[in-house]
Structure formats: C-alpha cells, structure tokens
C-alpha cells in the first residue's frame, strides 16, 4: 500500500512562516537513511495546456472528475504506485488557493473557480490513495506564464500583484529568482500545500532559469532580464560572478524546501525531475548536449551531495541507441558517486508519450527496453513515464506491453543489496 501521511500538525506547532526559514548557504544535517519500499513505477499528469487531464477548458466538475477518475484506473491496473500530479503550472494553482489564482486549465479563465465546487488537489489525492497509488504534488516553481495561456491574468497573478518580480522572456513571463520576497512568495506557496493537504511527496520540474531563447540574429541567446535584482545584490556587497550568483539563487530555494517539507511534516519527500544530462565537468565520456549548470543555473549534482533532495527522476528522454545522450550511461551516471555520492534515489524518466503507434514515433520496444536497463543496473530503483495519458489511450499498444511483460507482476520490494544509503523521508 501507498505510504501515507493522515496526520497533519496543528497549525500552532507549524513554523511561523516557511519564508522565515533561513537561506543556507551549505547542507543542512543529513537525514536517517530509510529503505525505498519496493521499485517505484510512477506516471507524471501534466495538466499545462492540458496535456493529461483535464483533456480541455471548460468541463464541467463531473466531467473532469470522471477523467481523473479514469485516468487513475488506468494507473491502477497498470500497477503503478506514484503519480506526480501538476498542481501549479505558471504562478497558478489546481486547489483551493489565497495565495494564487485557479488555473485558466481548468475553466479557461485565470481566477475562476471550479463550479459546481470542488478542489481538484483534494480530489486527486483521494482517488489516488483509494487505489493504494503515491499522490506527488508537481509545482512550477519560476514560470509565470506559459506559451500556450489564453486567458487574461487575474488580478491576483503575481504578474500584476508583484510587477517588478516578473519578468517576459521569449513569449513567456518568469519569476526573477533573484527576487528575494518572490522567492519567500513561491517558498510559501509550498509550505501551504504541506499544511493543508495530504501529499505524500513534493515534486518540481527542470525549469529554473528558462531554457534559452534565441534574439533577433536566430543564433545568440537572449540573456535573462535580472539586471535589477543582480544590481541589487552587487550594492549589497555580492561578490560572486553572475552566473555563480544565479546558481546561488536556485540552491538557497532547493535547499529551503527541502528544510520546510522536513520542518512542516517529517517524513514528507521532495522531489527534483532535472534536465537528464549533468554538468560538463563530471559527464561520462562521449555524452554531450546541453547544460543545465549553465544555462538553466541548476546545479544538481551540489544537491545531491548536501543531501537537498530525497529522489530524482532525470529526464532521460533520449533512445537507447543515441550514444551522445545515451540512455545507459547516464542513468548509471545519477546513480553513480561522481554526481551522486549519498546514493540519492534516481528513478529513471522516460519518455513514453514519444511511442505513438504513427510514423515517427517510437517503437514499443524503447520503453520495454529502457526499464529493463533500469532493473538491470538499478534493481529495486524504478521509473517514471511522462505520462500518463500515452498509457491511458494505449498508444501503439504500450499498456497492453507493459502488462504483458514487465508489469505482469506487481512491483516488488526492493532486495537488500539496492536499498538506498540517501536521506529519503
């Protein structure tokens, strides 16, 4: 059965405030190690531009409810025993929210609740942990607005509420990392949802800094518009260089969540789903591609040695047979001491919406193949597919594989000689 938390702590022994919580600058103490329960087979439900679910604006509660529903049938008898559900997509939120306004994914206008009323979140979690099934809550932490966004901004919307947080870069707006109340803002966002709901784990994605946007010339990156926020930190007497500073940003907010999930509700996970290619310095030989550590300002492998993580889940969203991003070497790389040296939980990220059944897409096989490169290196670790709605609609038969092959059992306890040494709550 899923591990659950059904106790929370009176408000009165909560901290203050999670913005309260100081900004380290070096680990915090490690945390007791404890045994993964058995492998881990999890499905994200992307619901930005309504990629899961809902399947468009504007359902009404039944209908979104019944897709939820069945969305989590299919996870059910599948056998897996995680779902990494996005509750806020772009300063936005999926649940009952003082903090920031409902997300236009659900009714198509920003600030509007569902109606007949219900809380998405809450809902979510009960169908989950009805079916034995882990409810991981995905946040956004930076992104302000998406490409895909319809609607108007609220007027609650940190875009219009904190301007000068907000910054447009390419056809997106971002929260400046380099804000200090921005950040204070988005940490409570966080320490809201462990307050109030029954998660079994926090989740946030790769997006930190945003991925590079080309300028006019179609061939230089536009630099990130944080010139007010990087002299303001020069006139407070910073000395490090830009980028350092930018990485320096993104550490400080990892690293207090991960204090506030343990400080709220121990025993509470946080979870990282980074770009799946590490930094430059310590990659294997032959992997090449784009870095994370210096463009996105994510410093992963420093998380992971302070012990500011509990699991990982790189996106390895390459096929096998691509050797510059190749999907063995650098699983075995997260796993490894170089970038990982706690033994950190990774659970491999796989991209199974590209098995489409059409020209172009992928082979059943891929997938199959991936998690047994998984089991074989990795045994009693486990997987992730992005997501779950490819297996909800059978694309290419993939559900009717997995049940006939690696899923034909349930997933099993992870053996002695696999269990992680990491912080894992």
């Not at 199959?368 to 992730?384: D, E, K, V």
Request: hydrophobic share 45%.
């Amino acid at each position: 059965m899923a591990l659950h938390r059904r106790t929370l702590l009176a408000s009165s022994l909560l901290l203050p405030g999670c913005a309260a919580l100081h900004r380290p600058a070096e680990a915090p103490a490690a945390s007791a190690a404890a045994a993964a329960p058995r492998e881990f087979r999890g499905a994200w439900v992307a619901t930005v531009a309504n990629i899961d679910w809902p399947s468009k604006k504007g359902l009404s509660t039944a209908a979104q409810q019944a897709e939820a529903r069945a969305l989590l049938d299919t996870a059910a008898r599948l056998g897996l025993n995680a779902i990494i559900f996005q509750v806020r997509t772009s300063a936005d939120a999926l649940y009952d929210s003082k903090l920031e306004p409902w997300s236009e994914y659900l009714s198509g206008t920003q600030g509007q609740a569902p109606a007949p009323f219900y809380d998405p979140l809450a809902f979510w979690i009960a169908e989950a942990h009805a079916r034995g099934i882990e409810l991981h809550a995905w946040f956004n932490p930076f992104r302000a607005r998406q490409s895909s966004a319809k609607s108007a901004l609220a007027a609650s919307h940190v875009a219009n509420a904190h301007p000068d947080w907000v910054k447009p870069y390419g056809d997106q707006l971002w929260i400046d990392p380099g804000e200090p109340a921005a950040a204070d803002h988005t940490l409570e966002v966080f320490c809201d949802v462990i307050r109030r709901y029954d998660i079994d784990a926090l989740h946030i994605d790769d997006y930190f800094y945003p991925y590079p946007v080309k300028g006019a010339d179609g061939a230089t990156d536009l630099d990130f518009p944080d010139e007010p926020s990087w002299q303001a930190y020069r006139a407070g007497g910073g000395a490090l260089a830009r980028a350092d500073w930018r990485r320096s940003n993104v550490d400080a907010l990892i690293a207090r969540i991960h204090e506030a999930a343990r400080a709220l509700k121990p025993g509470l996970r946080f979870g990282v789903s980074p770009f799946g290619i590490g930094k430059p310095a310590l990659r294997p030989a032959g992997i090449g591609g784009f870095s994370q550590y210096d463009t996105l300002y994510a410093d992963v492998e420093r998380w992971l040695a302070n012990g500011w993580a509990d699991y990982i889940v790189p996106q390895l969203y390459w096929p096998r047979a691509q050797a510059a991003q190749s999907f063995e070497l650098l699983l075995d790389y997260w796993h490894g001491a170089a970038a990982n040296p706690r033994g950190v939980p990774v659970y491999a990220g796989m991209f199974t919406s590209r098995v489409t059944g059409k020209d172009g897409g992928w082979p059943v096989d891929e997938i199959l193949g991936q998690i047994a490169i998984q089991r074989a290196h990795a045994p009693g670790s486990g997987h992730c597919h992005f997501s779950l709605i490819a297996l909800h609609e059978n694309r290419g038969g993939i559900a009717d594989a997995l049940l006939a092959g690696p899923y034909a059992t349930a997933a099993a306890a992870a053996p002695a000689s696999a269990v992680p040494v990491g912080p894992v709550g």
